[in-house]
């Protein structure tokens, strides 16, 4: 019986298929984001300066996820076609590349952690005191993202295979680990020493190794067609211009989320300290938004992957249509918290009154953007999954590079914040509407969908 008579992704209803592959990996961002905000309320609680300092090192801290998440999701991409193909040397061949370029990416951070930190923490404050909390919590954290990188690569390797729980696993026992050890090592507490900002740092690495040893431990124990033999190996640069094609874009996509706070805080500082905490405090609220829908996304990519691989354009198109609908149901549930419940969002925070004064405006009017952002979300991953890598780093681009920086800065003068709030909503109805645009013209081009419209056609006239 062949893998495409068996496996689950060419067999199974697409709702159900969807939502259990779904389902683990959006349970691991939902504690993903819980982590983010906790860790960031124990820091703020420490110091001012620490939680400054903390903020300041997004762009690097963002920057590791990007090169983790992107050459993840090309060795995703990747071995989900292999598998649709039943090419399985081909799919261990592709994991085997994946840790190789894991391993080399994480070398590279080590020169920027020893070289780039202090130089970069520089340019953004004058503060002696920020600079030497900020150099030290993010020294740490980039010469130390081996833990990071392996056990992200690790989980999108399962993923492609159809096994979602042990994912949700690795991702939960580093947060829980994490969120345990960050009051102990911040504050001091039975009996450690009180480490501050630099316990937070080894709170992290140390959730993180957590995880990346679970997951290299269930790779090479679990029973399954994957065989790493270091032994018949042999280096492909056809293979890793496969999975950048698709990673590339994914690491600019995720990436391109420091560049976008950067260029903000740039702009906000100039109306106000206030406006510039309200920004980082929505950037934070809104994970939870979106963690679960890139979840949702990542229970996707291996179906449509699959299915492409396959030459299954039914399965490809009723799993996009579902992913739509339940991360759409998603999106408007929380599009309600920030428009009925701004002022509750905000004191989680300990927001100021001038913070909640701006967020009770602010929050009703970004979430706005929630519903086209959701839409280009889902048509990036079905681009990323068809190897259309260009097409996905077109629409992130539209989104949150090319268009929200410079209008802002057109509409401030003249419209203030509100101006600013207005360029996330209009930068997201454009990248929506360039989606859809470019799957249909993929719809048009692929043989696979041009074929199964010409079935269809025939189906309706016989009949």
Same mark, same amino acid.
């Given at each position: ?128 005191? /920020? #600079?030497?909390? %900020?150099?030290?919590?993010?020294? $740490?954290?980039?010469?130390? !993202?081996?833990?990071? @990188? *392996?056990? =992200? ?105 420091? /560049? #976008?706070?950067? %260029?903000?805080?740039?702009?906000? $500082?100039?109306?106000?300290? !206030?406006?510039?905490? @309200? *920004?980082? =405090? ?124 410079? @209008?802002?800065? =057109? ?53």
């Amino acid at each position: 019986m062949s893998l495409k008579q068996t496996n689950k992704m060419a067999t199974r209803s697409i709702l159900p298929l969807l939502l259990t592959m779904s389902f683990p990996a959006m349970v691991s961002m939902f504690i993903q984001s819980m982590y983010n905000i906790v860790d960031s309320m124990f820091i703020s609680h420490y110091s001012a300066e620490a939680f400054t300092a903390v903020s300041l090192a997004f762009p690097i801290q963002n920057l590791i996820l990007a090169f983790a998440v992107g050459t993840g999701v090309g060795v995703n991409a990747l071995v989900s076609r292999r598998l649709g193909e039943q090419n399985f040397k081909g799919a261990n061949t592709a994991i085997s590349h994946g840790l190789l370029l894991t391993f080399v990416t994480a070398l590279i951070f080590i020169l920027v952690g020893i070289f780039c930190i202090e130089p970069f923490f520089s340019l953004f404050t004058d503060s002696a005191v /920020i #600079l030497a909390l %900020g150099s030290t919590y993010t020294t $740490i954290i980039t010469c130390l !993202a081996f833990g990071t @990188l *392996f056990h =992200i690569v690790i989980e999108k390797i399962f993923q492609a295979t159809g096994k979602m729980l042990f994912p949700m696993i690795f991702q939960a026992v580093g947060a829980i680990v994490n969120i345990i050890l960050d009051p102990i090592l911040i504050f001091g507490l039975f009996g450690f020493p009180e480490l501050g900002i630099e316990g937070a740092a080894w709170a992290t690495i140390i959730g993180q190794f957590s995880a990346m040893f679970l997951a290299v431990a269930t790779l090479f124990l679990t029973k399954s067609f994957i065989e790493i033999n270091l032994r018949t190996f042999r280096f492909d640069w056809q293979i890793v211009r496969d999975i950048y094609t698709i990673g590339i874009p994914a690491i600019v996509i995720t990436g391109i989320g420091s /560049i #976008l706070v950067t %260029g903000m805080n740039s702009i906000l $500082i100039r109306f106000s300290d !206030a406006a510039v905490a @309200l *920004f980082g =405090i929505f950037f934070k609220l809104q994970s939870f938004i979106f963690m679960p829908i890139l979840g949702l996304t990542q229970g996707a990519m291996p179906i449509i992957g699959f299915n492409f691989g396959a030459k299954n354009a039914q399965r490809i198109q009723e799993t996009i249509k579902w992913s739509l609908i339940v991360s759409l149901l998603l999106t408007i549930t929380g599009m309600l918290f920030f428009i009925l419940a701004p002022s509750t969002l905000l004191q989680l925070f300990d927001a100021s009154q001038e913070i909640l004064l701006i967020g009770q405006t602010a929050l009703p009017m970004l979430s706005l953007s929630f519903i086209p952002a959701t839409v280009a979300i889902i048509f990036s991953t079905v681009f990323q999954a068809t190897k259309r890598g260009g097409s996905s780093l077109v629409v992130a681009l539209l989104r949150q590079g090319i268009i929200i920086i410079p @209008l802002a800065l =057109i509409l401030a003068p003249f419209f203030g914040l509100t101006g600013i709030w207005f360029t996330f909503i209009f930068a997201e109805v454009v990248a929506a509407a360039t989606a859809a645009i470019l799957f249909t013209q993929l719809k048009q081009r692929e043989p696979i969908f041009t074929q199964h419209q010409q079935f269809v056609q025939q189906q309706f006239i016989t009949d």
